[in-house]
Structure formats: C-alpha cells, structure tokens
C-alpha cells in the first residue's frame, strides 16, 4: 500500500484591490506547484483550494457564503421576532378599532 505524504497547507494573500475570480485563479495555480491545499481569507470569507479545484467552484462558493452571511446581517431572529410582534399589535388595534 503507497503512502502519501501529507503536504503543507498554504496560505495565499490577495492584494488590495484584487477580485475573486483572480484570487481564486492565483489559489488554484499555487496549489498545482506546491502540490497541496492553498487558503486564502478574501472579504472575511475563507476559502480553500486544491490542485482539482475550478476557479468556478471558488467563486460559487464565496457567492454563496457572501449570500448566507448577508442574511444573517439583514434579518436576524430578534429583528424578524420584533417585526411580527408589531404587525401583530397593529391587527389587534385595528380589530379594536372596528
């Protein structure tokens, strides 16, 4: 049975300005010529590449990350909670009213 060697994980560094697409293409090519796995952070969000991966994949993946956070951030359970809550008062003041 072969034994494969565990490879280092790398780290890729965008630069300021740099976009997805680039990033993702820069990880890949970085993961091809060190044989390993490559991470980089890009807008708070950690991504990771191998040499198998597709700049397509990464991007798709950041979108979906970038979604599921912004979410998060825009409708949160108290807000949503506070949000129902005052509808709720409004009906039952309107029925009053009537």
């Known amino acids: ?6 490879q280092p994980m790398n780290t890729y560094e965008p630069m300021a300005g ?24 890009f ?6 590449a191998t040499e198998d ?4 994949d990464i991007v798709g993946g950041f979108q979906t990350k970038i979604a599921e956070s912004s979410g998060k951030y825009r409708t949160p359970p108290e ?7 005052s509808e709720e008062r409004k009906e039952e003041a309107q029925r009053k009213a009537d």
């Not at 049975?1 to 565990?6: A, D, I, N, S």
């Not at 991966?53 to 397509?56: G, P």
């Not at 807000?79 to 809550?85: D, H």
């Open 1 to 6: 049975m072969e034994r494969r060697e565990e």
């Open 18 to 41: 740099e976009n997805i697409s680039t990033t993702a293409e820069r990880m890949i090519a970085l993961a091809k010529e060190t044989k390993g796995s490559v991470t980089a952070k």
């Open 43 to 48: 807008n708070d969000i950690e991504l990771m």
């Open 53 to 56: 991966s597709t700049a397509e």
């Open 79 to 85: 807000r949503k909670r506070t949000v129902r809550e």
